[in-house]
Structure formats: structure tokens, C-alpha cells
């Protein structure tokens, strides 16, 4: 019996936490609910994280448990405190949503962080209004108001209470004569409420285990993301399947808050970097640099390449006529944007000591040697709604004193279609100099493939093509993707045409490739796999990368013209970009390299193209994958 007892007894104790902090508890749930279920779009396919509910439930479980343990005086004003907190970034988060249609994110932290008080007086003046509180942001304040009621009644209750039983009253006397009348009542209801107490107890602890067992796996892949040391890892765990669910305002606002610190760190060292790129002299090869950074391009569906669809016609025009030089085997060091951006921005090539961090930018070199330096971007401009790849990619980009040493001037606007960078180019021309690059940064192919061109640019369909695999959906997508390269084709066509008359060179290179129903495959996108199989590279890292030189170019450069003909056949990979820029530039720098300038007699053909920092490409077993195109 005394075992039995001491059983009870300990049950029992489990249920003096949420005696004592009843209210925390109920509040902090229904509020972590309501902003769970707040920021859920109201479209068809939509929902709230389905494990919400349980992780949650261990989440206000434990921080109550840990108010309840500290002393009285503390526990208190760490409870208050989490108030506060809770209420401020569950209003944040859901306002963010209603008004920017995304929760908090990196990118929107990184902003406020850049905002002054003028532009946040201008911003609270525009953006917050009274029917702000008939949103959604309504629920948040519905909860706060039903919280600041039950306080205050609670609270006002304590203190009659404790009033009236130290100077005595009628009314305490009254109080204390009806309980004295109903002293059988309460007693029965103590003497059931004793018995059920520990049973109620146990049922808290099952919940509360089969809530953690649940959730645990979530826990641990938060956990996980929060362990890595810089921003690039932190993309890539994002890319997994069992990456972290970040379901509550908090998760999301301690994880902004990490990646602006991780993305800091790279900043500090490319901003100390500044000062140490040098230039030792620039022959300026050409008045005009080009250089076009396509997105997500397979180049087994370019024409250009032989795929069976006229995708590339005008690329392949310009080649017949020889001022188009396509290369044969080049492939992306990477098949994630930020990533592939960094090598191409950045001296750094794989295999290198030190992270690319360590190194300069190109455009700062650029900017060195006397060129002029613009940067027409459809993608990475910080803007609230910016998801974690683009803050990846665009960080270092968009940072002030690293965008002043690469840039002279920028766009300011993102477009629905790639076209509209074409007027954008023709109004900042009138900035140019003597000599310049230009550095065109385009969303091609980028999933939704449907919305990469304009409707009346549509010209395949379903239809057009023989693959009796494929769904009718299926199909359509592979049609999309298509399109989308059509499109491409001819954005690209024109910014050629812009330089058609003055010397210039142009290079085109897309961040990577992707993969859209390749032959037996019903899959499109990117995989990000850990492990990476021949058929895998052929789809996402083999590119299209082709120079074109304008007829003046040819003519006062034709042993550069010859090097761009003869090397079209080299093996190559693009985290090696800089270092041809710069020779097509006629900068001399200590930076350079000529084992990496595939133009180069000396260029090193053999060096091993190791992608995603695992895997040869050259040492893939493709088979057959290598027997023509798609």
C-alpha cells in the first residue's frame, strides 16, 4: 500500500505545473495553433503541418516545466517575458503574411535590419491600418484579448480575495458561510478529483511521450539544420526530404536570425577582400564584355545540341554563320543556383584552399582595371518574400559595400518574363563607357515552367510529342519546359543583337541543368541526391555554354577568335568562369589562372570536375546515356 501510495503521489505531481501555470499553458497552445493555421494560403491542395498540434503540445509542455522549476520571483518574470515574445512574433509572422503573402524569413529579417527610422515610419504609416485587424492578424489579437480578459479578472479576484481575508468584511463573511454550507459538496468533489488524479497524470505522460515520439524526428532535423556552420550547407539540408518543418513563428524567426549570422561571417571576409584584389594592368581586349546567366537548362533539350525539338533556332542560326561557338562538354560544379553563383562570382575554384569566401569577385577586378560594371538581374533582388535559396545566392550580391565594389549600376526590379531586362539594358545603357561589362542574370527555365514565357508564345504542346510513357500531364510539363527554352532562346537572341554592332564578346552560361522527363524517367526538377548517378549528371549538371563574338571583335582580335573555336571540344567546368572573364577582359591580376582559362595553351584539361565536392563526372559509368540526345 505505501508503494501504491507513493505511486499516487508522484503521479500527482506531475499535474502541479499545470496547476500553477494552468493559464500559460492553455494560452501558448491555442496561440501556436492559431498561428500555425493563420498563415496556411487559402488555396485548393493547402494545409497546416499535419504533426503541429503534437509538436506543440511538447514544446509549451517543456518551457512550462522549466518556469515551474525556477524560483517563484524569476519563473514569473520569464513567464511574462515569453508573453510578451510569443504574442509579438505570432503578430509579425502573421502579419507578414497577410500583407506580403510569406511568414518570416531571412531575407525579411536581413531588410528590417537595413531599415532606418524614417522608412519605418513611412512603412508603419502605409502598411498598418485598422482593417489590418479584421485579417487574420485578427486571431493573433483575438487570443490577446481573451488572455488580457481572464488576467484580469483572475487577477482582480486574488486581490479582493486577499483584501477581504486580511481586514474581514461582510461580504468575506458571507463567502465563508457559504462555504461552510457547502462543505459536504466540495468535499465529495476533493474526494474524486484525489482519486482520478493520478489517472489523469498518467494520461498526460502517455500524450506527452507519444507526442514527442512523433515529432521527434522533426525535432532532430531542426536541430540538424541549426548545426552547420554556413549557409551553403544550410541550403543544401533544405533540399532533403526530411529537412526541418519550421511550423511555428519562433522556429522561423531563430532560424532567420542563424542564417544572417552564417551569411555575416562569409560578408565580413569578402568585404575585407576588397582591398586585397589587385590588378597588375588590362589590355582591354574588348570594349564589351558580356556575360549571360541563364537558369536551369538541360543541354540535351537544346537543338543547338541536337535534341529533336527546335528549341534553339536562332543560337543555332548564329553558329552556322560561325560567330556562335558552342562548347561540347561543359558541366555545372553544382545543381543548386546559390551555390554555382558563388564559384562564378568568386576566384575560387573546387579543389582550392580556403572556402570561395576567401577569395575576390571578378566584377571587382573588372571594376580595377577601368571597366564599367552593370548588373541586370530577373532573381536575386532582396525582397520579403524571398525564399532561402535566393537568400543564399543573392546575399553576397545585394550586400551594400560588396555591390558598390562589384557594381556601377543596377536594375532595381524584378519581371514576370525575362523580356523586360531588354528595356531595362536599353534605358541604362546611356551609363556606359568605353569599355564595360555587362552581366545579365535571367530566370530561364526555373520551375513553373509555365510561367517563364508569355501565352502567346506557346508553340509546343502535348501533342508534338511521340512518347507513349508519359501521362497527358506529363506532357505538358515536358512541353512547358520546352517552351520555356524557346523563350530563352529569343531573349537571348536580342541582348546579342544589342551588340551586334560594336566589339563585343558574349558568354552564356546557365547556373545547371534539370531534369524534365529525360528517356524512361518520369520525374522533372532537380533531385538533389546524395548520391550522383550517371543519368543524374547528364540531367542536371551537363550545360550549354557557348561564346559568341561580334564581327568587330573578330576582326580586331582573330587569334582570340581562333582560341574560342579551337577549345570548343575541352573538357570543362564553369566554377572556372572567372578566370576566362578575365582573359576575354585583358586584365592582368595575380588572381589569374591560366590552368583555368580554357582558351589557354596551358589550360589543364585533366583537372578532375568533382561535383557537389563528391563525385568525378568524368569517372561516371554514362553508357548509353552518352548515345545522342533525349
Known sequence: MKLIDKIRRALAAVLKPFENYGAFFVFMYVLGMVAVNAVVPDKRGYHAYRLAPEELFVDVCLIGLLLWVMPRVVG??????????????????????????????PTMLLLVGETNSDEASEFLESYVSPGIVFSRVGWVLLVMLAHAAWAAIY???????????SYGGGRFALVRNLRVKARGVFTLHSSLFTKIRPWAALALICVFVYCLVVGWPNKAAYARLMSYDNIGDVEHELTRKDCAVMFHPVYRLVFSIYANELTAKQVNKLV????????????????????????????HHASLYGYGMPTTPRQEARAKRGGLVPF?????????????????????????????????????LFRKAGYHVTFITNQFLPQAKEAVYDFSGGFFLNNPELSQAMFDTRNKSLYRFDGNLLGVYDKLKKENEEHNLIIFHLKGQHVDYR????????????????????????????????????????VVDQIIRRFE???????????????????????????HSTEITA???????????????????????????????????RRYMTDALP?????????????????????????????PRILKNTTDYDKLDFGKQKEGAL
Open 501 to 527: 554592332d560594336e566589339e563585343a564578346v558574349v558568354v552564356y552560361v546557365p547556373d545547371h541543368g534539370e531534369e524534365c522527363y529525360g528517356e524512361g524517367v518520369h520525374f522533372y526538377g532537380r533531385m
Open 76 to 105: 514569473l518574470w520569464l513567464k511574462r517575458a515569453v508573453y510578451v515574445a510569443a504574442y509579438l512574433v505570432a503578430l509579425v509572422d502573421v502579419y507578414c503574411f497577410v500583407k506580403f503573402d510569406t511568414t518570416i524569413t
Open 272 to 299: 575585407a577582400n576588397i582591398d586585397k584584389a589587385r590588378i597588375d594592368g588590362c589590355l582591354f581586349r574588348s570594349k564589351n564584355v558580356v556575360l549571360i546567366i541563364g537558369e536551369s537548362f538541360n543541354r
Open 155 to 165: 487577477g482582480s479576484g486574488r486581490r479582493k480575495a486577499k483584501s477581504e481575508k
Open 535 to 569: 543519368r543524374l549528371a547528364r540531367e542536371e549538371f551537363d550545360i550549354p555554354f557557348w561564346i559568341w563574338c561580334s564581327h568587330d571583335f573578330m576582326v580586331n582580335n582573330p587569334d582570340v577568335y581562333a582560341e574560342i573555336r579551337k577549345a570548343r571540344d
Open 451 to 490: 510561367t517563364r514565357f508569355p501565352r502567346d508564345r506557346r508553340h509546343f504542346n502535348p501533342d508534338d510529342y511521340e512518347r507513349p510513357d508519359l501521362k497527358q500531364k506529363e506532357l505538358r510539363i515536358l512541353a512547358d519546359y520546352d517552351n520555356a527554352i524557346l523563350y530563352n532562346d529569343s
Open 328 to 364: 561540347s562538354d561543359v558541366v555545372a560544379p553544382w545543381n543548386l543556383t546559390s551555390f554555382v553563383f558563388k564559384y562564378l562570382f568568386s576566384l575560387y575554384s573546387v579543389g582550392d584552399e580556403g572556402e570561395w569566401c576567401d577569395y575576390p569577385l571578378f566584377p571587382e
Open 579 to 607: 578566370h576566362l572573364l578575365l582573359y576575354l577582359g585583358g586584365i592582368s591580376s595575380p588572381h589569374y589562372r591560366d590552368d583555368l582559362n580554357i582558351l589557354s595553351p596551358g589550360y589543364n584539361e585533366n583537372r
